[in-house]
């Protein structure tokens, strides 16, 4: 199954926003495959009071309370809770941080922030992934908890010495995986704390958007490949793109950049393939246009 990771409102003090609400405003159906996307950016914005500007879900951690929620559900079922394994992804780059002083009476130096991985664990065995590293420490189960209030971060694998059950928040992903017994699975589901949905090893979840964006980048590309010039406008944000074109008239850079609701702003210039080009703008204007809710 996958915990979906809330998201939230900008600039409100309110309680995590779940995908189930997102998508009731958006009429959009909440499938066991959607992506966050999907429901957040319909073709138009629908009636009722909605749920923008909104920040998008968390990628690679769990939401504090839906992590310490996990904990309690999950020690009911092993038999191991004071011996777990974890693994945390060496690429976050907090070895060595520093940070501005805080003190405004003091010119503001960089002052070295303690390390919040121990020593033993920095010199310790890693755990080798196809494109990932991740340091391996071990402890009771509430050792998953050790990063969420410095660094609002989980494991990113985390499993008991009895192998009754593996947790995954993947870097990359807004939910998280938690593979176990039926009994476990039926557990979370019914716990109004997290919000959960079931699964399978073979569901698809990447290449897939909103059904009518694909018309929509057509017409983009079409006007891109015209006049060198194209705006996408969405409930979340517009995108303004543009191709630069060598000395032979071939487009060879594509240049976007948004405005989101949520008051973020952004650009990117990238070098275009000669061949398949218009298959290459319209998977770099999906990005686009999903980076409108990060």
């Known amino acids: 199954m996958r915990l979906l990771h809330p998201a939230s409102k900008v600039n409100a003090d309110t309680d995590p926003l779940t995908w189930r609400a997102v998508a009731a405003w958006s009429g959009i159906r909440l499938e066991a495959t959607t992506q966050f996307h999907e429901i957040a950016i ?52 907090w070895e060595g941080t520093t940070a501005l002083s805080s003190d405004s009476s003091a010119p503001r130096l960089l ?31 509430s050792a998953a908890l ?38 476990l699975v039926s557990d979370i589901e019914a716990d ?40 996408i406008e969405t409930s979340q944000g517009t995108i303004h793109a543009s191709l630069e074109r060598d000395q032979y008239d071939r487009p060879m850079r594509l240049h976007t950049s948004m405005v989101a609701q949520n008051g973020k702003t952004g650009s990117s210039r990238t070098t275009l393939r000669a061949l398949r080009l218009r298959e290459q703008l319209d998977s770099y204007l999906t990005f686009a246009v999903i980076d409108l809710l990060r």
């Open 192 to 231: 109004q704390r997290v919000e959960a949905q079931l699964t399978s090893k073979d569901a698809t979840f990447f290449g897939t958007t909103t059904d009518w964006l694909p018309g929509v980048f057509e017409t983009a590309i079409d006007h891109l490949l015209d006049s060198g010039n194209a705006v």
């Open 111 to 141: 002052q070295r922030v303690p390390d919040p991985i121990p020593p033993t664990v920095l010199s310790g065995e890693r755990v080798a992934l196809p494109s990932r590293n991740y340091f391996l420490y071990e402890g009771p189960i």
């Open 42 to 93: 319909p073709e138009r914005s629908s009636e009722g009071t909605p749920p923008l500007p909104l920040n998008a879900p968390l990628e690679g951690t769990l939401h504090a309370s839906h992590a310490q929620a996990l904990v309690e559900i999950l020690a009911r079922h092993t038999s191991a809770t004071d011996r777990c394994w974890f693994c945390l992804w060496d690429g976050y780059g």
């Open 146 to 183: 050790n990063f969420v209030d410095s660094k609002g971060q989980t494991p990113n694998l985390w499993w008991p010495e009895d192998h009754s059950w593996c947790i995954a928040s993947e870097i990359d992903l807004p939910w998280t995986y938690v593979g176990g017994s039926t009994t």
